[in-house]
């Protein structure tokens, strides 16, 4: 990566993985929830990220590149530490509690992300795709909040 342009690309492709494989992760999370208000954020959230896809490839079609995301090992880590409290803990309010940080862990990941990737936009002259990477992130931060005020009840 030799320049800004490189960096923002990257990081694209890196946050375009990290949501196909949320796709995956986030209905296990919810089925391994017990409470209901947080299979349900789950669940909804999944709905949510498949837009979020739909308007990567979108952002991809607009700088004339193909879709595609390249590994990213954050995003391995963080479900992989989810797949840890599913199977390391019984079905009740720990693991909602374990779940629902390790749901967060992943909206302040993608949050950063996504806050980097709108900044480097701006920069490099590509404006037109700030305003679908803002509507993620926005997305992104309501989704944090929802399982932040879930986890105070």
Request: charged fraction near 30%.
């Amino acid at each position: 990566m030799e320049s800004l342009d490189d960096l923002f690309m990257h990081f694209l492709q890196d946050v375009y993985y990290a949501e196909r494989q949320l796709l995956k992760a986030l209905p296990k999370m919810a089925k391994n929830a017990q409470a209901p208000a947080l299979k349900d954020a789950f669940t909804a959230h999944r709905e949510e990220t498949v837009q979020q896809v739909e308007r990567l490839e979108q952002v991809f079609e607009h700088l004339g590149k193909r879709a595609k995301g390249v590994p990213c090992e954050a995003i391995k880590g963080l479900i992989e530490e989810a797949e840890e409290v599913i199977s390391e803990s019984d079905t009740g309010p720990v693991r909602d509690a374990g779940l629902v940080a390790c749901g967060q862990a992943v909206e302040h990941y993608e949050m950063a992300r996504y806050g980097a990737l709108i900044a480097w936009a701006q920069a490099i002259g590509h404006k037109d795709v700030v305003g679908p990477l803002q509507q993620t992130l926005d997305e992104e931060k309501k989704a944090d909040k929802l399982l932040n005020d879930l986890d105070r009840k």
